[in-house]
């Protein structure tokens, strides 16, 4: 007993004395007080971008916050946002991995969790010039197109439903479905449903998998900040071995029928996954790589699209105001007797504007991706040690009333005033991050957003839920690094079209 007393104290004397050491040695940014162990675990609020926004109004538009014995740096303002994304990028373009991280990026062999060096220089090349180039976005826009007009399709037989009818549907479930079959078609080349509408074995085997990837991120251990209490969560850990060791055998069956397929035919198709086996030997790509650039796609993929579109379209019952000129605008330039296609959006300026608006207000990750100094670097004045994790609160950024008119009420027309760029150029606005770890599949995703909405309000208006006044739509957030609504949107969808516009447009595998 009196061992591990002595062991304990020696431990707190060594984390008090380190801790002094960096308050002399370093200016730090001021912050709350963190407590031994434990940092600022206990004083953090489940919704960190809106905990860190109130923290700035006390601190100051940079600070310090410990996650147990880790330091984290926020930036609060677009001056300092230049300076970690641009002035200071490549000190600073490392990335911060938990644990649970490292497992699934398999130490970061993938993109979005690699530290920056050869390895992601070499694969970021691949995903500007080959993935995500102008050429290759233009040849999947029929998928696109064709889950777009299958979701629409699907909630048209929805609310025409005589039981339904008057009835608000949740919204949802069907954005989730028409991420999942758009993104999965992208990534592998096959979309996992057959004509009846129902998922084949396949599919629902990805779906679990995703789903319990969704459920062990959300579950934060405090072990994830204080690794030597990693022990005692033994059964988390395993969770998360079993779920990369399903998501790895699912990947390599589907490679190995890809590998099968492309010997036969000699073909290769546009989607993603075909896309990295042509170029595994040109670029050096191990098997780690092609998985985790995979999965990358997968989860962030669905992600942005299912949050943006449903903040979007709850806007949207909102503001009525705004929901009727999108409208007269699609009606004004698509008509009524037709469809409209991405083609058409050149001519949807006001439908743009409104898509930036749902980007301003609701960006899908609104505190950056945690970057990692790689050397010490001062940002703001204030010394940033090797090591520590800089956040940028994009969410913050976005509602600043000194950066904003009105930030807080929903206005596209403030785009028609301002041009204000959305990929990275502009610090007040960085829904897509900025500089060397900007997302390089930004202009994919706002081409599926701007083509869902437009699609939406075109095909529909939508509405309240009988007797729920529209000021009580709940536009809170829901706590996680993406931010879903807390409450799934429930409106009431009224077809605007003739019947027969509400058919899939459907297209094989390309």
């Known amino acids: 007993m009196a061992a591990a007393a002595l062991i304990g104290a020696c431990i707190l004397a060594i984390f008090i004395a380190y801790k002094l050491y960096q308050r002399f040695r370093y200016k730090l940014p001021p912050g709350p007080r963190p407590l031994p162990y434990f940092g600022n ?30 330091l984290g740096i926020v930036v609060n303002s677009p001056e300092l946002a230049k ?23 398999k130490n970061g062999m993938d993109l979005i969790w690699s530290d920056y060096g050869p390895h992601y220089v070499k694969v970021r090349k691949l995903c500007t010039l080959e993935l995500f180039s102008a050429k290759r976005i233009e040849a999947l826009r029929p998928i696109r197109e064709d889950e777009v007009t299958y979701m629409v399709e699907s909630m048209f037989n929805d609310c025409v439903k005589p039981e339904n009818k008057g009835k608000a549907l949740v919204l949802r479930k069907h954005l989730e479905m028409m991420a999942f079959l758009h993104i999965t078609r992208l990534s592998f080349g096959k979309r996992f449903m057959d004509s009846k ?14 789903n319990s990837s969704i459920k062990l991120s959300s579950k934060k251990s405090i072990a994830e900040f204080i690794p030597w209490l990693l022990y005692l969560f033994k059964a988390e850990s395993e969770a998360l071995a079993k779920n990369n060791t ?41 098997e780690d790589t092609v998985i985790g650039l995979l999965w990358d796609m997968i989860s962030a993929g669905m992600d942005t699209t299912t949050i943006v579109v449903e903040w979007g379209m709850a806007e949207m019952v909102r503001n009525p105001r705004v929901q009727q000129k999108v409208q007269e605008e699609l009606d004004r330039v698509v008509g009524k007797d037709r469809i409209m296609t991405e083609s058409d959006i050149p001519n949807l300026p006001y439908l743009q504007c409104m898509v930036k608006e749902c980007f301003r207000m609701h960006p899908p990750t609104p505190l950056m991706l945690p970057h990692k100094a790689g050397t010490d670097v001062k940002i703001g004045g204030y010394d940033i040690p090797q090591g ?32 204000i760029d959305i990929k990275g150029t502009d610090y007040r606005f960085l829904p897509f991050g900025s500089g060397r770890r900007i997302c390089p599949g930004a202009q994919l995703a706002i081409n599926l957003v701007t083509s869902t909405l437009g699609h939406m309000l075109h095909h529909f208006e939508l509405a309240p839920p009988n007797g729920v006044r529209v000021e009580d739509i709940d536009l809170m957030e829901q706590p996680g690094t993406v931010t879903y609504l807390r409450t799934p949107l429930e409106a009431v969808l ?11 447009v459907a297209v094989g595998n390309i």
């Open 197 to 210: 509408g129902v998922v084949d074995a396949q599919g629902e085997e990805l779906k679990d998998i995703l």
């Open 246 to 286: 399903r998501s790895d055998d699912f990947t390599k069956k589907i490679m190995e029928e890809h590998n099968l397929a492309r010997q036969k035919t000699g073909n290769t198709k546009s989607h993603f996954f075909d896309a990295l086996l042509t170029l595994q030997k040109e670029y050096d790509l191990v």
């Open 388 to 419: 520590a994790t800089v956040r940028v609160n994009v969410w913050s950024l976005a509602r600043d009333p000194k950066l904003w008119d009105a930030p807080l009420e929903f206005r596209p027309e403030r785009f028609q005033e301002e041009d």
């Open 83 to 105: 300076e970690v994304l641009k002035d200071k990028d490549q000190l600073l373009a490392n990335r911060s991995r938990t644990h649970q991280i490292n497992k699934v990026s």
């Open 41 to 70: 675990l206990y004083d953090l609020k489940p919704l960190l971008v809106r905990c860190f926004t109130d923290w700035s109004q006390i601190y100051g538009p940079i600070f310090s916050v410990y996650f147990g014995s880790h």
């Open 494 to 504: 009224t077809p605007r079209l003739p019947a027969d516009l509400y058919k899939r």
